[in-house]
């Protein structure tokens, strides 16, 4: 079995459907930390786990506005998409998965 070579892991990451999917789970992350916060508290390992998400995603958004720099991507945007899906939301926007005509003098649909 040979390894990956940068062609195949560049394709996986250029990939719509896989980052989509990764959100998709993001997503059942943060309801499930919510469940188990408002439940059970962070006495609940994966509770406790997910806060810790919570806090890195945090710490990304700084991260994000300088990998997203001329993209033409709203800071709205990017706080929040940061907040909920943290680098599976920025890594494709800098790769132009999300938007791909977005980028200096061509803002994206959702630019303000």
């Not at 940068?6 to 919510?34: K, M």
């Not at 810790?52 to 709203?74: D, Q, S, T, W």
């Not at 907040?83 to 938007?99: D, E, M, Q, T």
Request: glycine share 12%; no cysteine; aromatic share 14%.
């Amino acid at each position: 079995m040979s390894a990956p070579n940068a062609t195949e892991g560049s394709v996986l990451l250029d990939s719509r459907p896989f980052w989509l999917t990764v959100g998709v789970l993001a997503v059942l992350l943060h309801l499930g930390g919510i469940y188990l916060y408002a439940t059970q508290g962070f006495e609940n390992l994966w509770a406790r786990l997910w806060g810790i998400i919570v806090v890195l995603h945090v710490l990304e958004i700084p991260l994000a506005f300088v990998m997203l720099r001329g993209r033409g991507i709203a800071w709205g945007l990017t706080i929040w998409n940061t907040l909920v899906f943290g680098f599976a939301w920025w890594v494709p926007a800098r790769r132009g998965v999300y938007h791909p005509n977005a980028g200096p003098g061509r803002p994206g649909p959702d630019h303000v």
